[in-house]
């Protein structure tokens, strides 16, 4: 014990929800419940405005929400808590060397080992120079207690709630402890605290008069006897201002129990990877697996299993945690789970048969790789060709068609030639030039058997036709052979003008056709491509709508500014557009998938005013007191992400 009251204690008052309110004007003096807004979700922090009703830490939020049912329900936004935090452990860094965080809003500081008091007056002033400093900073409060010892630091931040600072004076201690509740010393929980009662000990003096021996009996040697000398008043213990992280671990509680086994093997092994990346962050390694499943009864089972040396490889914890998962009877359901480490060191020592079965995996998951890429080029090739054939067919039957008419106007015996130059394009498949070119064969042989010799020339026209390659040529020689045989040998030159025509006629129809075949492939193509782009339209729509709005959280629209999420369901959510330093702001309506609204980072509490018509313009960053600057000092983090009172 001190002799000075130079142990500070700092609390922020309902951290997460004077945070939020002094990030949202709107709320600012209502009732505010941040934490898990799910089924299951837990209140994390309650402003004084939602402690009236009854709402406090740890509650159910459904019980929560009966309590107070027109409350803000928002959800935890930790990036600004931690950015707030550390402008306050640099705060609390310019007092003293020795900064002991707690959580995130707490924090013991030992103002005589920086030189900033050295007894009661001293401390009182520093204590309320903090307060004055975090409020221009932050635009929050917290509460100050000063004492001797950490134990009497943190009753007095506690006794000085909401906004205040409290001094112990040295020699009081036993006056001010002997009324409280047992429950006020530290170590002292729901068990302990009843076991105690069942005992007849229910304040702090009660349990100084009981004496030593009596709660040695009652509760163990080192328990007992720590109990005591706090009631005492007595707590030798330093700030500490780095501690040694003794495990790592995170979990989940799920909105609904989950049944399927391989859903709980995929949860575990998502908690592991979040779990080795915590370990890494904080430069630790572990060498013991610890998995922590709760049943749908609320029985929780707890297993571990110890490697051969610490690790920080992924695929170790991963492999571990799913064999302590096979021994763990999940078939009733599962409704919260937990992956740890402990045993942390700062080395790790690989484990060879980890590693050689992680490449056997990344070889597999190689090989897997390489044949779906195959999979993909054939199935690409296979459209490819689909594509391909597709166009030719379209140009093939034009060029049918075109055949088909051709063959159709040879008169007499180029009825057959007609049937011919319609059957010929499916099987070339190349246009009218050549359908035409078949049909004519047919229909000129008819067009010279009917002529006989006075239609010889006829059919000279008509071999003439065919050479051009042209349908409408042999019908031309049909003809001519037909008018040859009529008019006699004078018909030859007749015939011979008609078949040039025709001839040229043919060129200039299959020319046609392989435009138009050509018009009809590209056509095909762009209609591909149009549908690839609708594709990814609609993927983008999928994306835009599948985003989730969580009630409290930052976002931006490109015309109407900043602002934050009040609420969304149903395709729908609704935004309130105001800044921390702006009045109550006006709240409008959006689809989900509305591409000028998008996330963002939460703004600075403390900034430059910003008009009423201020919307879009950001706040400027925090202001600091004039005798602090940014660059003095380093900020102390390492502090779970939690809120007290």
Same mark, same amino acid.
């Given at each position: 014990?001190?002799?000075?009251?130079?142990?500070?204690?700092?609390?922020?008052?309902?951290?997460?929800?004077?945070?939020?309110?002094?990030?949202?004007?709107?709320?600012?003096?209502?009732?505010?419940?941040?934490?898990?807004?799910?089924?299951?979700?837990?209140?994390?922090?309650?402003?004084?405005?939602?402690?009236?009703?009854?709402?406090?830490?740890?509650?159910?939020?459904?019980?929560?929400?009966?309590?107070?049912?027109?409350?803000?329900?928002?959800?935890?936004?930790?990036?600004?808590?931690?950015?707030?935090?550390?402008?306050?452990?640099?705060?609390?860094?310019?007092?003293?060397?020795?900064?002991?965080?707690?959580?995130?809003?707490?924090?013991?500081?030992?103002?005589?080992?920086?030189?900033?008091?050295?007894?009661?007056?001293?401390?009182?002033?520093?204590?309320?120079?903090?307060?004055?400093?975090?409020?221009?900073?932050?635009?929050?409060?917290?509460?100050?207690?000063?004492?001797?010892?950490?134990?009497?630091?943190?009753?007095?931040?506690?006794? !000085?709630?909401?906004?205040?600072?409290?001094?112990?004076?040295?020699?009081?201690?036993?006056?001010?402890?002997?009324?409280?509740?047992? /429950?006020?010393?530290?170590?002292?929980?729901?068990?302990?605290?009843?076991?105690?009662?069942?005992?007849?000990?229910?304040?702090?003096?009660?349990?100084?008069?009981?004496?030593?021996?009596?709660?040695?009996?009652?509760?163990?040697?080192?328990?007992?006897?720590?109990?005591?000398?706090?009631?005492?008043?007595?707590?030798?213990?330093?700030?500490? %201002?780095?501690?040694?992280?003794?495990?790592?671990?995170?979990?989940?509680?799920?909105?609904?129990?989950?049944?399927?086994?391989?859903?709980?093997?995929?949860?575990?092994?998502?908690?592991?990877?979040?779990?080795?990346?915590?370990?890494?962050?904080?430069?630790?390694?572990?060498?013991?697996?610890?998995?922590?499943?709760?049943?749908?009864?609320?029985?929780?089972?707890?297993?571990?299993?110890?490697?051969?040396?610490?690790?920080?490889?992924?695929?170790?914890?991963?492999?571990?945690?799913?064999? &302590?998962?096979?021994?763990?009877?999940?078939?009733?359901?599962?409704?919260?789970?937990?992956?740890?480490?402990?045993?942390?060191?700062?080395?790790?020592?690989?484990?060879?048969?980890?590693? %050689?079965? +992680?490449?056997?995996?990344?070889?597999?998951? !190689?090989?897997?790789?390489?044949?779906?890429?195959?999979?993909?080029?054939?199935?690409?090739?296979?459209?490819?060709?689909?594509?391909?054939?597709?166009?030719?067919?379209?140009?093939?039957?034009?060029?049918?068609?075109?055949?088909?008419?051709?063959?159709?106007?040879?008169?007499?015996?180029?009825?057959?030639?007609?049937?011919?130059?319609?059957?010929?394009?499916?099987?070339?498949?190349?246009?009218?030039?050549?359908?035409?070119?078949?049909?004519?064969?047919?229909?000129?042989?008819?067009?010279?058997?009917?002529?006989?010799?006075?239609?010889?020339?006829?059919?000279?026209?008509?071999?003439?036709?065919?050479?051009?390659?042209?349908?409408?040529?042999?019908?031309?020689?049909?003809?001519?052979?037909?008018?040859?045989?009529?008019?006699?040998?004078?018909?030859?030159?007749?015939?011979?003008?008609?078949?040039?025509?025709?001839?040229?006629?043919?060129?200039?129809?299959?020319?046609?056709?392989? +435009?138009?075949?050509?018009?009809?492939?590209?056509?095909?193509?762009?209609?591909?491509?149009?549908?690839?782009?609708?594709?990814?339209?609609?993927?983008?729509?999928?994306?835009?709508?599948? /985003?989730?709005?969580?009630?409290?959280?930052?976002?931006?629209?490109?015309?109407?500014?900043?602002?934050?999420?009040?609420?969304?369901?149903?395709?729908?959510?609704?935004?309130?557009?105001?800044?921390?330093?702006?009045?109550?702001?006006?709240?409008?309506?959006?689809?989900?998938?509305?591409?000028? &609204?998008?996330?963002?980072?939460?703004?600075?509490?403390?900034?430059?005013?910003?008009?009423?018509?201020?919307?879009?313009?950001?706040?400027?960053?925090?202001?600091?007191?004039?005798?602090?600057?940014?660059?003095?000092?380093?900020?102390?983090?390492?502090?779970?992400?939690?809120? /007290?009172?």
């Amino acid at each position: 014990m001190r002799t000075a009251p130079t142990i500070l204690h700092l609390d922020m008052d309902a951290f997460f929800a004077a945070a939020e309110q002094a990030a949202k004007p709107s709320l600012r003096g209502k009732p505010v419940v941040v934490g898990g807004l799910g089924p299951r979700g837990v209140v994390a922090t309650a402003s004084y405005e939602a402690r009236r009703f009854g709402v406090h830490s740890a509650m159910p939020m459904a019980q929560a929400r009966r309590l107070a049912p027109n409350a803000a329900y928002l959800v935890p936004r930790f990036s600004l808590y931690r950015a707030v935090s550390e402008q306050v452990m640099e705060l609390l860094g310019r007092l003293s060397p020795l900064v002991e965080p707690l959580s995130l809003d707490e924090a013991f500081v030992d103002l005589e080992a920086g030189g900033s008091a050295d007894d009661a007056a001293s401390a009182r002033v520093a204590g309320e120079r903090l307060r004055r400093d975090i409020l221009a900073v932050t635009g929050l409060s917290g509460s100050v207690g000063l004492a001797g010892s950490k134990m009497l630091a943190k009753i007095a931040s506690e006794q !000085a709630k909401p906004d205040g600072l409290l001094l112990i004076e040295p020699g009081t201690e036993r006056e001010l402890l002997g009324p409280m509740s047992v /429950r006020t010393l530290p170590g002292v929980g729901p068990a302990t605290g009843e076991h105690l009662r069942r005992a007849g000990m229910t304040t702090v003096a009660e349990l100084a008069e009981a004496g030593e021996d009596e709660l040695v009996r009652l509760l163990g040697k080192a328990h007992g006897t720590s109990l005591f000398w706090m009631a005492m008043g007595h707590d030798d213990r330093p700030v500490v %201002a780095e501690r040694d992280a003794k495990s790592v671990s995170v979990e989940d509680t799920f909105d609904v129990d989950l049944h399927d086994r391989v859903r709980v093997r995929i949860e575990v092994e998502r908690l592991a990877d979040r779990c080795v990346r915590r370990l890494r962050e904080s430069g630790h390694s572990g060498r013991t697996i610890v998995l922590k499943v709760r049943r749908y009864d609320f029985s929780t089972l707890t297993r571990s299993e110890t490697l051969r040396g610490p690790t920080d490889d992924p695929e170790v914890v991963r492999e571990a945690a799913g064999r &302590l998962l096979e021994a763990v009877d999940t078939t009733g359901g599962v409704r919260l789970l937990g992956v740890g480490v402990t045993g942390l060191a700062d080395y790790t020592q690989e484990d060879l048969f980890a590693q %050689a079965a +992680a490449v056997e995996r990344a070889e597999r998951e !190689a090989d897997e790789e390489v044949a779906e890429a195959e999979r993909e080029a054939h199935e690409v090739d296979d459209a490819a060709r689909a594509g391909t054939r597709a166009g030719r067919g379209a140009w093939t039957g034009v060029g049918g068609a075109a055949g088909a008419g051709t063959g159709s106007r040879a008169p007499a015996g180029g009825a057959a030639g007609a049937e011919a130059g319609a059957g010929a394009p499916a099987v070339t498949g190349e246009g009218v030039g050549a359908a035409g070119g078949a049909g004519v064969r047919a229909g000129a042989g008819d067009g010279a058997g009917a002529g006989d010799t006075p239609g010889r020339e006829a059919a000279a026209g008509a071999q003439a036709g065919v050479e051009a390659g042209t349908g409408t040529g042999g019908a031309a020689g049909g003809s001519s052979g037909a008018e040859a045989r009529a008019a006699g040998a004078g018909a030859g030159a007749v015939t011979r003008a008609g078949t040039g025509a025709g001839g040229a006629a043919g060129a200039q129809a299959g020319a046609e056709a392989r +435009a138009g075949g050509a018009s009809e492939g590209a056509r095909v193509g762009a209609v591909a491509s149009t549908g690839a782009e609708v594709g990814a339209g609609g993927a983008e729509r999928e994306a835009l709508a599948a /985003r989730r709005w969580a009630a409290g959280h930052d976002v931006r629209h490109a015309e109407y500014g900043a602002g934050w999420v009040q609420g969304s369901g149903l395709g729908r959510v609704t935004v309130r557009f105001e800044e921390p330093g702006s009045p109550p702001g006006r709240v409008r309506t959006f689809r989900v998938d509305d591409p000028d &609204l998008e996330p963002s980072d939460p703004l600075p509490l403390v900034g430059q005013p910003t008009a009423v018509e201020g919307a879009g313009q950001s706040s400027g960053p925090a202001t600091r007191p004039k005798d602090l600057s940014p660059e003095e000092g380093a900020g102390v983090s390492g502090a779970s992400e939690r809120s /007290r009172p």
